[in-house]
């Protein structure tokens, strides 16, 4: 199987802050990566796929970008609904995987 | 807009069979557009993939961690997809959720398509000794 790591594990940030993730996969999975956004109690949200397509209805200061084994989810001015566990995963090949989550929280 | 809902039994005993039934709404389960799969959550962990059918019920696809364990299947008739897990054991207790995959090419690699792109809300199911 693809193994994916993410970093940081958590991260601090204030309103209005930028924001950027990283994930990496153990081999190249070209540009099928999806990045979902989990809030406590809630299910996923598809947030970006094909690594920097944004899903409908997702607001732009959401970016996605990468290819390859390495890739970066950006909140371009942090909001107070974005606060939540953002999740890669890989869509190259089976079986898919996700990333171990990165939380952001306040500052 | 698509909406997906798990139900069924929120407590399984361990050796036990787990069951689980998504059903769809707002759209047709039938669509060649996509398939349909299931994703589990231990609480506070990460997420695990369980499997993928499609509407005519082939082909189906499952983690091979789980294959051994896990059946899907699809009723066109109900517009719904379930889950079966046998032999459940502690590990097994998590949130599970179905969800929706399209078969686009924009979603799609060149070998397969795993992009989740609507979720149900979830059901937690808690093995008990």
């Known amino acids: 199987d693809i193994q994916m790591t993410q970093s940081p594990s958590s991260v601090s940030a204030s309103v209005g802050d930028r924001v950027t993730i990283t994930c990496r996969a153990s081999?190249?999975?070209?540009?099928?990566l999806a990045w979902y956004q989990q809030k406590p109690g809630k299910a996923p949200k598809l947030l970006i796929y094909?690594?920097?397509s944004l899903q409908s209805g997702v607001p732009s200061r959401f970016s996605g970008s990468g290819s390859g084994t390495d890739f970066t989810l950006t909140i371009s001015s942090l909001q107070p609904e974005d606060f939540a566990t953002y999740y890669c995963?890989?869509?190259?090949?089976?079986?898919?995987?996700f990333g171990p989550g990165t939380k952001v929280d306040f500052k | 807009q698509v909406q997906l809902q798990e139900s069924g039994p929120g407590l399984v005993k361990a050796s036990q069979t787990l069951s689980l039934t998504c059903t769809v709404s707002g759209g047709s389960i039938s669509s060649e557009s996509y398939y349909w799969s299931w994703i589990r959550q231990p609480a506070g962990k990460g997420l695990e993939w369980i499997g993928r059918i499609y509407s005519t019920g082939s082909p189906t696809t499952y983690n091979p961690s789980l294959q051994s364990r896990v059946a899907i299947s699809v009723d066109t008739s109900k517009n719904q997809f379930s889950l079966r897990l046998s032999s459940v054991t502690a590990a097994d207790t998590a949130v599970y959720y179905c969800?929706?995959?399209?078969?686009?090419?924009?979603?799609?690699?060149?070998?397969?398509?795993?992009?989740?792109?609507?979720w149900g809300q979830g059901t937690l199911v808690t093995v008990s000794s």
């Open positions: 969800a929706r995959v399209p078969r686009s090419p924009e979603h799609c690699s060149s070998t397969s398509c795993y992009t989740f792109d609507s």
């Open positions: 081999q190249d999975i070209s540009s099928w």
């Open positions: 094909a690594a920097s």
């Open positions: 995963q890989q869509a190259d090949s089976f079986p898919p995987v």
